[in-house]
């Protein structure tokens, strides 16, 4: 039996212990549920404290904890998350148009296109009251590839 290589499992921020009252929770799991699908482990709950998302399975998840010093970060600063289709990457761009419709709060930015000759990578990155960004990829491999 060959052992499963380690990989990725959550990330981690520092907020505002306001940001996790029941307002800002409440904003939170609004967003990102309903652009990514997120949802509440609401046994790790605490008002003011903590907030955990998980992200489609467990053991996959974003951790957010109240500290009177949260996390600052450049704009650069974000988290990638990978989707299996250009489908996928476009349906996930137009839930965060939508919402930006609604909450001037999010920072959407364009889609693109890298073309690293073997792949061209469509992403797109968005922001929601959290430090970090989250940035949409899809690896569109080509056929010489």
């Known amino acids: 039996m060959s052992e ?7 990330v981690a921020m520092t907020v505002a212990p306001d940001l996790l009252d029941e ?3 409440a904003a939170i799991l609004g967003f990102y549920g309903e652009v990514f ?3 509440e482990m609401p046994t790790m709950t605490e008002d003011r404290k903590r907030l955990v ?4 399975r467990f053991g996959q998840f974003v951790f957010l ?4 010093d949260p996390m600052r970060t450049h704009p650069m600063d974000h988290f990638g998350m990978e989707v299996d ?3 996928q990457l476009d349906e996930t761009y137009e839930r965060a148009a939508a ?3 609604r909450d001037d709060r999010v920072v959407l930015e364009d889609r693109m296109l890298d073309d690293f000759g073997v792949l061209d990578l469509h992403a797109f ?3 929601y009251l959290l430090p970090m960004k989250v940035e949409v990829q899809y690896f569109d491999w080509k056929q010489s590839a």
């Open 53 to 56: 998302l998980m992200a489609y």
């Open 4 to 10: 499963r290589k380690p990989r990725f499992n959550h």
């Open 37 to 39: 699908g997120w949802e």
């Open 99 to 101: 919402y930006c419709r």
């Open 23 to 25: 307002t800002g929770r």
């Open 125 to 127: 990155y968005v922001r």
């Open 65 to 68: 904890e109240a500290d009177d």
């Open 85 to 87: 289709t250009r489908e």
